[in-house]
């Protein structure tokens, strides 16, 4: 069925706060220069290996999606992690006629955003290996001031077959963590309306994820899916480096999006039959052009990017979005296109 829809929706608050900071960045998140440029010029990749091969670089990719005649390029002369930028061969790109705007790109420090707070420093989450009965805190007695009955106490509630269903006290809570009866995202009441993530395609941008796990792999979506951190992988396969033990982030975000209801496995998806993709981004160097690619990634495709991650999120750091991902965001909220949806 055709039908309109904006495109890059953003489903992040990280990233919907990193839009609103201040426009420049903070020097202690941006870090060393690279070897790498964003090039702007008035022709096509034929222009491009000619402004390259005069200026002593080398034209690693058109950046098609960030906007029209763009280009990353490349410097063997320079470190890909230099303290000083390369002026001088700036200053050389920007003399010939053909380019109009060249920047060359700064490492930046990107963490991922954990749910830390105290009760969970107290009492860590149950791992796989434990299958004991757990209270993650016991809460007293709440009475209501209006003495009205909270109507999900005696409400049906849906069940699910999923193992650790029942310990989803945010999604459906009927007091199981001790907590007060009814504190959720009452997404119940959207489930019972049919509205499950059906038709809509999810893309997490992260460290990668675990697309074979039994609680996404019927759900994953190839086409939302890519590899910005290995230019080398024929597959281009969001698996992330699994010999990294805090490479993990971006699995466990794609459960909480769209792992697979009544598959009597693990938990269940807020958006359970959604499409399901990821970009693994986060396992290397991050620049603003990556981010950018990362963010306009297949958006004739994708619906909703999740992005959870940003600049340290430590009270004082402030820093803006680069060029191209303002670039990025700009187009992501502004552009509709008309898609097929079968």
């Not at 060359?104 to 830390?116: A, F, M, N, S, Y």
């Not at 029942?166 to 009452?186: A, F, R």
């Not at 039994?214 to 890519?226: I, K, M, R």
Request: proline share 4%; glycine share 8%; with cysteine.
């Amino acid at each position: 069925m055709a039908r309109w829809r904006r495109q890059s929706v953003l489903c992040c608050v990280t990233i919907a706060v990193f839009c609103t900071l201040l426009q420049g960045g903070s020097t202690d998140e941006i870090g060393h220069y690279t070897n790498d440029f964003v090039v702007e010029i008035d022709g096509d990749m034929a222009v491009a290996d000619l402004v390259a091969s005069t200026t002593g670089f080398s034209v690693e990719k058109q950046l098609t999606s960030v906007g029209d005649g763009v280009f990353h390029f490349v410097h063997s002369g320079v470190s890909s992690r230099s303290k000083r930028s390369a002026d001088d061969l700036l200053a050389r790109l920007l003399a010939n006629p053909s380019v109009r705007r060249a920047e060359q790109q700064r490492e930046l420090t990107r963490v991922k955003r954990e749910i830390i707070y105290d009760k969970q420093k107290e009492l860590p989450i149950r791992t796989y290996e434990d299958k004991s009965v757990y209270q993650r805190f016991k809460a007293p007695n709440i009475v209501r001031k209006d003495n009205i009955p909270n109507p999900k106490d005696s409400q049906n509630h849906i069940k699910f077959n999923d193992q650790y269903f029942p310990d989803q006290w945010y999604l459906v809570n009927t007091g199981q963590s001790g907590g007060p009866v009814g504190y959720d995202i009452n997404v119940e009441s959207a489930w019972r309306k049919g509205f499950t993530g059906k038709g809509v395609v999810v893309t997490i941008l992260d460290d990668g994820i675990d697309h074979t796990h039994p609680d996404l792999a019927l759900n994953y979506d190839p086409l939302a899916s890519g590899d910005l951190n290995d230019k080398n992988d024929p597959l281009n396969d969001p698996t992330p480096d699994k010999t990294k033990p805090t490479n993990a982030h971006g699995t466990r975000c794609a459960g909480e999006v769209a792992a697979i209801a009544n598959n009597s496995n693990c938990c269940v998806g807020v958006a359970y039959e959604a499409k399901i993709g990821g970009v693994r981004m986060l396992d290397g160097k991050v620049t603003d052009m990556l981010e950018a690619q990362a963010l306009l990634y297949h958006n004739q495709h994708v619906d909703i990017y999740s992005a959870s991650w940003g600049p340290k999120d430590d009270g004082k750091t402030m820093e803006g979005p680069g060029t191209y991902v303002k670039r990025a965001l700009q187009k992501g909220v502004t552009e509709v296109s008309q898609t097929e949806r079968g």
